[in-house]
């Protein structure tokens, strides 16, 4: 006849509780140590879910402990527990169940029953240590501090930088291309350490974005998120560290207040198409599908440097219809769009000359609202 | 230090509950606790000494001495093994009382 069988029921659910990331190292230790108390009782199995719940008792059992010693040194003025505090916990904890003495209120704690229980459990139950040796957890890994100006034997480039703090990098860094965290602004001194190991050993590794500022070259190319196992070299343009534009480089359109013709239809300047059915759906005479067939043919209402802020069409009630070339443009991409009015002259040249028209009306039908 | 810690203890309890242990009787307690928890250090608790301190200071439970933490071991220890025994009761307990309400002479799955 076999001693224990299942051991089941106990407590069959133990609760859907996720455990802390660095929990699962110490909770198997403790369901090592529970199965090895059980296993000495002379149970022969446990199923897995009875041992997790055990397991997670005598845990909280040890929690509990803790915790009403500490409370018993705090009350009396301590901040380290004394062996009386752990005394009193387990009364504590024991009132429950009852010890021999419970009931003797004036019993000293030194003789206290607890401990006279526990005494005849260690004389009379065997010595089964623990499976597994173990290091003294949690690990804490050392810091890796970049080298000061100090150790590095490098002077500080100015007198007001301390010769405590790290040094700067070198800078060969930049002619190398690893691969780098992208968005990270904040030096991280373990990084700065490691990229001048890169620089030592010659091979590729995680790189800080402050390397590239450091270095002072606004248009180097700063790499977006990288593995740094693959060691990609990809280059890109960081917009942020590109040098700024000088004057006339590059077309930005003024602001124009919106003609007040147009009315609460509002300026838009990067609507798409969409929004454009939108709008053409409340006019009467054009339908949607048509409108998007019409789009190549019409010109736009704009302003006299070419770009478009309008972007519904005017009713057939007027002259002049809005141009769509630049809807195109529009949607295909911003810079496209603003690339394509330098490109296209003629075109500008007529826009231009429709605007005008367009105004022109605008001053005869001051109040004619604009028919979507 | 831990001495004069439970002589602070002994005089708390003396104002608390009246003094009525003799002098004799209190160091015989005392060298008994001392003599207890020496005896620990030689007694290897199956529970390690890593996880319970592990736990003891999520708890905030401060005290660098050894012997204290084998006591809480200990103690758990005694905890979970006392909780198996009542389990293993019980598990043979309902065997027996499966076969006796069933009256069947045949050997029953000792599984449960």
């Known amino acids: 006849m076999s001693d224990g069988g299942k051991e089941n029921g106990k407590d069959s659910e133990p609760k859907t509780r996720k455990p802390a990331g660095g929990e699962d190292f110490v909770r198997a230790i403790a369901k090592i140590a529970v199965a090895q108390i059980c296993e000495n009782e002379g149970f022969q199995s446990f199923q897995q879910s009875a041992l997790e719940a055990l397991a997670d008792v005598a845990v909280r059992y040890i929690k509990e402990i803790g915790k009403t010693a500490n409370l018993y040194a705090n009350l009396a003025g301590r901040s380290e527990c004394n062996v009386l505090d752990v005394i009193q916990g387990l009364e504590d904890l024991g009132s429950i169940q009852g010890f021999p003495g419970a009931s003797d209120i004036h019993h000293s704690l030194a003789s206290s029953g607890v401990v006279r229980e526990i005494r005849q459990h260690v004389s009379l139950a065997e010595e089964v240590p623990f499976a597994y040796s173990l290091p003294r957890f949690p690990v804490s890994k050392e810091p890796k501090l970049p080298p000061s100006f100090l150790t590095a034997g490098e002077e500080p480039l100015g007198e007001h930088i301390p010769v405590w703090l790290p040094a700067f990098p070198h800078p060969e860094t930049k002619s190398t291309v690893p691969t780098c965290n992208g968005g990270v602004i904040a030096g991280d001194a373990a990084r700065l350490q490691e990229q001048i190991k890169v620089q030592e050993r010659g091979e590729s590794s995680v790189m800080c974005m402050q390397q590239r500022l450091a270095a002072n070259n606004g248009s180097e190319a700063v790499f977006g998120p990288g593995d740094s196992s693959k060691g990609k070299r990809t280059v890109d343009i960081n917009p942020f560290l590109a040098p700024p534009l000088l004057y006339g480089e590059r077309e930005v359109s003024s602001i124009v207040p919106p003609p007040r013709f147009i009315g609460g239809a509002g300026v838009a300047n990067h609507v798409t198409g969409n929004m454009m059915e939108g709008f053409a759906l409340a006019s009467p005479i054009e339908d949607s599908q048509n409108m998007l067939s019409e789009v190549d043919e019409r010109n736009k209402s704009m302003k006299l440097d070419g770009r478009p802020i309008v972007r519904f069409k005017l009713s057939s009630a007027r002259k002049s219809l809005p141009a769509f070339k630049n809807v195109i443009a529009e949607n295909e991409g911003d810079e496209e769009l603003a690339c394509s009015f330098g490109t296209r002259d003629d075109e500008k040249d007529e826009m231009k000359r429709r605007a005008e028209q367009i105004l022109k009306e605008s001053m005869e039908n001051p109040s004619d609202p604009a028919q979507l | ?112």
């Open chain 2, 1 to 112: 230090k831990r001495s004069s810690d439970e002589h602070t203890a002994r005089e708390r309890e003396m104002n608390q509950y009246g003094g009525q242990q003799s002098s004799d009787g209190r160091h015989d307690d005392d060298a008994a606790l001392t003599e207890f928890l020496a005896s620990l250090m030689d007694y290897t608790p199956t529970i390690p000494d890593e996880l319970v301190e592990h736990y003891l200071g999520k708890s905030g439970f401060q005290c660098p001495d050894v012997r204290l933490i084998r006591l809480v071991a200990v103690a758990t220890q005694k905890f979970i093994s006392e909780v198996a025994t009542e389990a293993l009761h019980h598990c043979k307990a309902r065997q027996s009382s499966v076969v006796k309400d069933k009256r069947d002479k045949q050997q029953k799955d000792k599984r449960l």
